[in-house]
């Protein structure tokens, strides 16, 4: 008996350490400006022809957190990609109305299909500007350091 509860405890243990735990955090970083000061607005990611809606927020998954400001008029994250496009609702009426809005529908309240002026990405997996004890985790001090010296295009892909 005692054989058998080691076995199955060994067992146990083995299979424990191969579980994934869980995928590793989206170290994404998006920097952006936008034709328009769209950070209140609810955005859906477009197909690349901008001619139907690929993804949209629950109204449970919006947040007003971000974008965050940058300066000179660049956003950090807060969008779904370059393909973004922003809606007429506002996130706070969204996150409130308790009901998600069809992709139709959100196609009908597009206000902006090609907001951004420039759109940059990185995908920081170095921690180059994660850290665990700034704003929001980001780094934003450096990035706003890159933004006033033009030099984004030294760490971020300049995807627009």
Same mark, same amino acid.
């Given at each position: 008996m005692k054989s058998s509860i080691s076995i199955i405890l060994i067992f146990f243990i083995l299979s424990m350490n191969s579980c994934d735990y869980g995928a590793e955090m989206d170290k994404t970083i998006w920097v952006y400006?936008?034709? %328009? +000061?769209?950070?209140?607005?609810?955005?859906?990611?477009?197909?690349?022809?901008?001619?139907?809606?690929?993804?949209?927020? *629950?109204?449970?998954?919006?947040?007003?957190?971000?974008?965050?400001?940058?300066?000179?008029?660049?956003?950090?994250n807060g969008s779904i990609g370059v393909n973004t496009g922003y809606t007429s609702l506002l996130k706070v009426e969204?996150?409130?109305?308790?009901?998600?809005?069809?992709?139709d529908s959100l196609y009908q309240l597009l206000i902006d %299909? +090609?907001?951004?002026?420039?759109?940059?990405?990185?995908?920081?997996?170095?921690?180059?500007?994660?850290?665990?004890?700034? *704003?929001?985790?980001?780094?934003?001090?450096?990035i706003n350091e890159l933004i006033r010296t033009n030099s984004l295009e030294d760490y971020f892909e300049r995807l627009k």
């Open positions: 400006k936008t034709r %328009k +000061d769209y950070s209140k607005h609810v955005p859906i990611e477009l197909s690349a022809d901008k001619t139907r809606v690929t993804s949209f927020p *629950a109204y449970s998954d919006v947040t007003t957190k971000w974008p965050v400001k940058l300066t000179d008029g660049f956003f950090l969204y996150s409130e109305s308790g009901k998600t809005i069809s992709a %299909k +090609d907001p951004f002026i420039e759109f940059y990405s990185i995908d920081d997996r170095n921690n180059v500007f994660f850290g665990d004890n700034l *704003a929001f985790g980001i780094d934003t001090f450096k």
